[in-house]
């Protein structure tokens, strides 16, 4: 799957509403999921830190490959 065409933003924003943070801090282990989280400070450190993009970038493409099942638990 290609991500042309969608943000870091629109990743991290679809992964939190599908996961919420609490969850998504348990399926990628970074702190700025777990505390104090935030979209805009979650963007800060993802831009600035390659391997924790690659997380959200690999988490975001394997859910968009096999469908959003919020009761999801794998990966």
């Known amino acids: 799957m290609k991500l042309d065409g969608i943000t870091l933003e629109m990743m991290v924003t679809a992964l939190v509403e599908n996961y919420g943070w609490e969850r998504l801090g348990h399926k990628i282990n970074i702190r700025c999921f777990q505390d104090n989280p935030s979209i805009k400070s979650s963007l800060i450190f993802l831009r600035r830190t390659p391997w924790a993009r690659t997380k959200v970038e690999d988490l975001y493409k394997w859910r968009s490959e ?7 638990n794998d990966k």
């Open 66 to 72: 096999t469908g959003w099942d919020p009761r999801d």
